[in-house]
C-alpha cells in the first residue's frame, strides 16, 4: 500500500512537474512574445523621440525665422513709414504732371484745329490761285489774240493812210493799198508805187477781196 501510494505521489509530482514545465514554457513564449512587443514598442518610442526632436529643431528653426520676419517686418514698416511723405509727394507730382499733361493735349488739340484751318485755307487758296493762274493765262492768251488781231488789223491797213482797209494791188510789185490812195495817184503825174517806188498805170491796178 505504502508502495502504491508513494507510486501515486510520484505520478501526482510529476504530472505536476510536467504541468509546470508546460506553464513555463507558455511563460517563456510569453515573454518572448512580451520582449518582441517591447522591443516594438522601443522602435516605436525611438523613432517617435526622432520625430519629436526633428519637431522640436523645426520649431526652433521656424521661431527664429519668425523672429527674423517678424523684425524684417518692423524694418520695412519702419521704411514704408518713411517712405509715406516721399510717395504723397510724388503723388502731388503726379497730380500736377496729369493735369499738365491734360493742358497740353489741349494745346495740342488746339494746334491741330488751327493746323486743319490753314491746311483748308491753303487749299481754298490753292484752288484760288490756280482759278486766278487760269483765268490769267486766258487772259494773256487773250492780250496776245487781241494783239495778233490788232497787227493783223495793221497788215490790213493801207500803208499810206493808214486808216482804210487795203482794197487794190499793183499787180507790177504785188504791193496793197485802199482804193482812194490808188486812185489819187493814177490822178497826179507821179504814178509811184509808194513802198518800192516802182511806176504803174491805171491797168496795173486791180480790186481784190480780204
Not at 522591443?39 to 523621440?49: E, G, H, I, R, T
Not at 518692423?74 to 500736377?96: F, T, Y
Not at 499810206?160 to 486812185?183: A, G, S
Amino acid at each position: 500500500m505504502e508502495g502504491v501510494k508513494v507510486k501515486q505521489a510520484q505520478d501526482t509530482l510529476h504530472l505536476g512537474v510536467c504541468n509546470l514545465n508546460r506553464n513555463l514554457r507558455q511563460a517563456k513564449s510569453l515573454m518572448n512574445l512580451y520582449k518582441d512587443k517591447v522591443a516594438q514598442l522601443d522602435d516605436k518610442l525611438k523613432v517617435w523621440s526622432e520625430q519629436i526632436g526633428r519637431l522640436s529643431e523645426d520649431g526652433r528653426r521656424h521661431s527664429v525665422s519668425s523672429g527674423n520676419a517678424q523684425r524684417k517686418l518692423v524694418d520695412l514698416q519702419g521704411e514704408a513709414q518713411q517712405l509715406r511723405p516721399s510717395m504723397d509727394e510724388v503723388q502731388a507730382k503726379v497730380g500736377r504732371n496729369r493735369l499738365e499733361v491734360a493742358g497740353l493735349l489741349v494745346e495740342l488739340e488746339k494746334d491741330r484745329f488751327s493746323k486743319r484751318r490753314i491746311e483748308d485755307d491753303l487749299e481754298s487758296m490753292s484752288r484760288k490761285a490756280s482759278s486766278l493762274r487760269v483765268k490769267t493765262e486766258a487772259s494773256s492768251l487773250l492780250e496776245k489774240v487781241h494783239q495778233e488781231v490788232n497787227e493783223y488789223r495793221g497788215i490790213l491797213k493801207c500803208g499810206v493812210c493808214r486808216d482804210r482797209q487795203k482794197e487794190v494791188v499793183i499787180t507790177k510789185c504785188y504791193h496793197l493799198f485802199c482804193n482812194d490812195c490808188i486812185q489819187k495817184l493814177l490822178r497826179n503825174r507821179q504814178r509811184r508805187c509808194p513802198s518800192c517806188g516802182l511806176s504803174f498805170g491805171a491797168n496795173d491796178v486791180k480790186p481784190i477781196y480780204i
